[in-house]
């Protein structure tokens, strides 16, 4: 997934980035990076393996002077969680020092790698994001913005791409618009972000999303440039940014995600109209809001039954299956009181691989829980993404491979329903009857774009 902020035109702007890169942590906890640009030519950039509180001290802060900042946190779809591949990437070409920061996936990345190899492109980084800075320096154009449009034209799948161009910030949208950006203002500085919730943060006020094939190009608090790249698509937002990866109080296809969660709920709540069951209990964080909606739609009375270890990130986006289930294991802690005895309706946003599931299940059998029925706030994850997630294996994705009752003796739960297609994208828009603008492949295994590469 990755997160990804920038700002211009403003005296303090590592400051703010830093700020932006810290309210996106959730994105992507393996490294982050900043890149300055004081006076057009030079640039200064850090980045580190780790998060962002820990790599970006203040005396850190205070070398990264400019006007200009990008910065960038890692979750690894494509390639090695490594410092090499840590970003913004910084490179030098005809065109003068260029730095940019991605939040994607390139789906034909390898086809386009090896046609610049053998065009005598060399390469440093395993890193989709590398052949960006390679089409950049073969690309031609008058301006910035026609400069990024002719380098991305090749370019198929998920990409949100910010650039800092002299003393420009850039940003550019794939034409499906699959990964969030979103532009905002502090003052006499535009911003650019993963997320509204960093906007938010920094101060600025959220003014609009950057559109799908949109290029748009900042200088000095203006907007100097606002094209659209050749190629048009129809809309196709991932929907599993409002089901998991994105901050509740951040706005998405113009509903705060906090509200499409617990609308979840209730649609959930719905479907299991029937159930017997004496508490609804989340799995924090990412199940709260839809155990709110089941809740009130049921009339089930809502309880906290685990305690979360805050100091304890994101155990999905790990980069490795042990990294995930040691995470799992230091992440929740059960409030015996609340579950011995219960029959406990357990809510969770999604159910990718099953295995920290089947942790959570045990952890509640252990203290007593009397009866578990597993309800998902998504349906069952069938397809791998090629665009963003690290899902890139059929057989690592439990509803691929079981059947629901395989599944939940697996689980060792009473009961086990998944929220319906239909239901999951009418909880996500405005306007229920506008449902087609979400990317659903990893549910119903429907991919917008080709997929080039094997």
Do not use: W
């Not at 950039?45 to 910065?71: A, D, P, R, W, Y």
């Not at 395993?126 to 034209?153: M, P, Q, R, Y």
């Not at 094209?227 to 509740?248: G, H, M, T």
């Amino acid at each position: 997934m990755c997160g990804i902020f920038g700002i211009e035109n403003n005296e303090t702007a590592s400051m703010f980035t830093f700020v932006g890169l810290l309210t996106l942590q959730h994105r992507g906890e393996e490294s982050a990076g900043i890149t300055s640009n004081n006076d057009g030519i030079n640039y200064i950039t850090h980045k580190s393996m780790g998060l962002v509180s820990q790599i970006f001290k203040e005396k850190i802060l205070n070398t990264l002077t400019g006007k200009v900042c990008i910065g960038h946190v890692r979750y690894s779809t494509h390639s090695e969680s490594t410092l090499l591949n840590a970003q913004p990437f910084v490179f030098n070409c005809i065109h003068g020092n260029i730095a940019v920061a991605h939040n994607g996936n390139i789906t034909n990345c390898e086809t386009i790698k090896k046609e610049l190899a053998q065009s005598g492109s060399i390469f440093n980084h395993t890193s989709d994001t590398e052949i960006v800075a390679h089409l950049v320096a073969k690309s031609k154009g008058f301006s910035a913005g026609d400069l990024i449009k002719n380098s991305v034209s090749k370019l198929e799948g998920a990409y949100s791409l910010i650039f800092i161009i002299g003393n420009k910030l850039v940003g550019v949208r794939d034409p499906f618009g699959f990964r969030p950006l979103v532009l905002g203002k502090n003052g006499d500085s535009y911003i650019l972000a993963s997320e509204t919730s960093a906007i938010d943060a920094a101060g600025g006020s959220f003014i609009r999303n950057v559109n799908p094939g949109e290029v748009i190009v900042m200088e000095n608090g203006k907007i100097t440039e606002d094209i659209y790249l050749d190629k048009k698509e129809k809309e196709k937002f991932c929907i599993f940014e409002q089901v998991y990866f994105s901050r509740p109080d951040s706005v998405l296809c113009n509903k705060s995600v906090k509200n499409a969660r617990v609308q979840m709920g209730k649609y959930l709540a719905k479907q299991m109209k029937d159930i017997k069951a004496d508490i609804i209990v989340p799995v924090p964080d990412t199940g709260i809001f839809s155990a709110q909606g089941f809740s009130e739609e049921s009339g089930i009375k809502f309880q906290t039954g685990f305690i979360r270890n805050h100091y304890v990130g994101r155990s999905f986006i790990k980069p490795s299956q042990k990294m995930r289930e040691v995470t799992a294991r230091l992440k929740l802690f059960p409030i015996k009181d609340v579950i011995d005895g219960k029959r406990i309706v357990l809510i969770d946003d999604s159910l990718v691989r099953g295995t920290t599931a089947q942790k959570i299940v045990k952890i509640l059998r252990d203290v007593g829980a009397k009866e578990i029925h597993f309800a998902l706030s998504c349906p069952p994850v069938i397809s791998p993404c090629f665009y963003g997630i690290d899902t890139p294996n059929k057989d690592k994705l439990i509803s691929a491979m079981k059947s629901n009752e395989e599944i939940k003796e697996f689980l060792n739960v009473d009961s086990l329903t998944f929220l319906d297609i239909n239901n999951m994208k009418k909880a996500c828009c405005t306007d229920e009857h506008d449902t087609t603008k979400f990317c659903c492949a990893c549910f119903d295994g429907i991919y917008p774009s080709k997929i080039t590469d094997k």
